[in-house]
Nanobody, 125 residues
């Protein structure tokens, strides 16, 4: 069965950068669309980005374009979310998730079947 494990979260200053990892086991990661989500205290889970299961095409939420990027390392069966110019309001638990769907746009959490446990990102001075 597919399992996902996020890592790389931590404390970063405003304007700083952080790289998150999503390591998959059980199946080849390239057979799934991988989405990144975040959930801040008291807020709904928000789609951040996704990468397609086959072509590697990516999509980003508008507020993240130009600052965030996602990539895939097939040899390590791992996805990465590079986050730059981080803002305090982006403090949240960040999750990766896997879906068998690909719509060409960001998808809501209901279309993702598998979820990691999340990793905490805190942006503070």
């Amino acid at each position: 069965q597919l399992q996902l494990v996020e890592s790389g979260g931590g404390l970063v200053q405003p304007g700083g950068s952080l790289r998150l990892s999503c390591a998959a086991s059980g199946v080849t990661l390239g057979t799934y669309t991988i989405g990144w989500f975040r959930q801040a205290p008291g807020k709904e889970r928000e789609a951040v980005s996704c990468i397609s299961r086959s072509s590697g095409r990516t999509n980003y939420a508008d507020s993240m374009k130009g600052r965030f990027s996602i990539s895939r390392n097939n040899a390590k069966n791992t996805e990465y979310l590079q986050m730059n110019s981080l803002k305090p309001e982006e403090t949240a638990i960040y999750y990766c998730a896997a879906s068998t769907n690909w719509l060409g746009t960001l998808m809501g959490p209901a279309l993702y079947k598998y979820w990691g446990q999340g990793t905490q990102v805190t942006v503070s001075s």
